[in-house]
């Protein structure tokens, strides 16, 4: 089935560790998005990739990073400069379809908690 | 910022028509209207866009009003797993342009 990953579903990491959270897709998007989820919270955009090895800053990226060095994967590193971590994240896809909007197709998500 | 403004919450008996409405007064000439649904602890789930037209699919009906400053997503049949998160958003064509959630509507089916 084609589709958009993330794993694991649920981390647990301790305060001041790094981590990184897993997103492929084999829908052979061009774009790809982490955003994160706070408790009765809309998503916030994190970082975004038009295309690989290229990627842009989003709305809050400080303590995040990120790599496009293929187009079916974009892992999101969350570093100790993150002040509070702790979150829902969900990764998501969107293709270039010839006369379509860009709908964005969205990943399960994975809740990650720093104790 | 979110360039759409909601309801925080509704509610609707099952089987009835759910209406949820959104306001998007500074939306632009090129901009479409999407309208995504999050269940608890998953992702969110595209239902339906548009850009002037009322739309239907399998999923719901798009009425975006003449002057295209608010719309109103319908489910023609509510059921309890329609009950979610409903994210109304304005965005245009170019794939440069972000898509910007707010904070939705909660929508709750009422058995």
């Known amino acids: 089935d084609g589709g958009i990953t993330q794993s694991p579903k649920y981390l647990f990491r301790k305060e001041g560790q790094n981590v990184t959270l897993s997103c492929e897709q084999n829908?052979?998007?061009?774009?790809m998005y982490w955003y994160r989820q706070d408790p009765g919270q809309g998503l916030r955009l994190i970082y975004y990739?038009?295309?690989?090895?290229?990627?842009q800053k989003g709305d809050i990226a400080e303590g995040y990073s990120v790599s496009r060095e293929k187009k079916e994967s974009f892992p999101l590193t969350v570093t100790s400069a993150q002040k509070n971590p702790t979150a829902f994240y969900l990764c998501?896809?969107?293709?270039?379809?010839?006369?379509?909007?860009?709908?964005?197709?969205f990943g399960p998500g994975t809740r990650l908690t720093v104790l | 910022d979110a360039k759409t403004t909601q309801p925080t919450s509704m509610d609707c008996a099952e089987g009835r028509a759910a209406n949820l409405p959104c306001n998007h007064s500074?939306?632009?000439?090129?901009?479409?209207v999407y309208w995504y649904r999050q269940i608890h602890s998953q992702g969110p789930q595209y239902i339906i866009h548009?850009?002037?037209n009322n739309e239907t699919n399998e999923m719901a009906s798009l009425i975006i009003t003449e002057d295209r400053k608010s719309s109103t997503l319908i489910l023609p049949h509510a059921t309890l797993r329609d009950t979610a998160v409903y994210y109304c958003?304005?965005?245009?064509?170019?794939?440069?342009?972000?898509?910007?959630f707010g904070k939705g509507t909660r929508l709750h089916i009422l058995p």
């Open positions: 829908l052979n998007h061009d774009a």
């Open positions: 548009g850009l002037k």
């Open positions: 958003i304005v965005r245009s064509m170019n794939r440069d342009d972000k898509i910007i």
């Open positions: 998501a896809s969107s293709g270039d379809r010839q006369g379509r909007i860009n709908e964005q197709f």
């Open positions: 500074t939306i632009s000439g090129n901009e479409y």
């Open positions: 990739s038009q295309i690989v090895n290229d990627f």
